[in-house]
């Protein structure tokens, strides 16, 4: 069982560069999210999907932007990169009304 | 908004003793309380959650308190073994959907 499977693991990027992160899920999961995670400051929010075809903004979307490419996959796009983004980021898949979120193993990106 | 914080960033304790991991939420109105435990270079794991209307939840090994008069949890680990070393983190619900706020983990860390 691969759970929430996130590409690359790891990856470092110049200013002003762009990339993508890739998630997929295979446990039919409706609500898909990305968390970035920065030392003394816990997971925040992104994006978030509640069902395929619908995004929206969580608590940091600023300098990103998000796919809900079909239920299994949900990708974040980071267009001109910035060393604030520098961080690890997190998808995560949950079923509709339930409390449980299932993460993936995280991104660690580095922006120099 | 939410804000959600912890206690102690980090907590020692001996092996066998038990873990009290303290978490304090601002929103009244906030549904749903989680724990996650997050080892080293891996996402965050579903240990334990508990809804609004309940004060108490027990798991194997993990007791998780809810006090909403002051708007407090808590998660209790008995007989802290060495396998319970990671980041700790609270997550609260609020306002429907599937959207989780974090606390900033406490780091636990058992002693042999």
């Known amino acids: 069982n691969a759970g929430v499977t996130q590409t690359p693991k790891f990856q470092v990027l110049k200013t002003g560069q762009s990339m993508t992160l890739q998630c997929a899920q295979d446990?039919?999961?409706?609500?898909m999210y990305w968390y970035r995670q920065d030392p003394g400051m816990g997971l925040r929010l992104i994006y978030y999907s509640a069902s395929e075809g619908t995004t929206d903004k969580g608590e940091v979307p600023n300098g990103y932007n998000v796919s809900r490419l079909n239920k299994r996959e949900f990708s974040l796009r980071l267009e001109s990169a910035a060393p604030s983004q520098t961080s690890v980021y997190f998808c995560?898949?949950?079923?509709?009304?339930?409390?449980?979120?299932?993460f993936g193993q995280g991104t660690r990106l580095t922006v120099v | 908004g939410e804000s959600v914080g912890l206690h102690l960033p980090t907590l020692s304790v001996q092996e066998g003793d038990n873990s009290i991991i303290n978490c304090a939420y601002s929103n009244s109105a906030s549904d749903y309380f989680i724990w996650y435990k997050q080892e080293s270079g891996k996402g965050p794991q579903f240990i334990i959650d508990?809804?609004?209307?309940?004060d108490k939840r027990q798991g194997q090994r993990v007791t998780v308190l809810l006090n909403k008069t002051v708007k407090h949890l808590s998660l209790q680990i008995a007989a802290t073994q060495p396998g319970d070393s990671a980041v700790y983190f609270c997550?609260?619900?609020?306002?429907?959907?599937?959207?989780?706020?974090f606390g900033t983990g406490t780091q636990l860390k058992v002693e042999l």
């Open positions: 508990i809804r609004s209307n309940m």
């Open positions: 446990m039919n999961h409706n609500s």
């Open positions: 995560a898949s949950s079923g509709t009304g339930a409390s449980e979120a299932f």
């Open positions: 997550a609260v619900r609020t306002g429907g959907g599937n959207k989780l706020t």
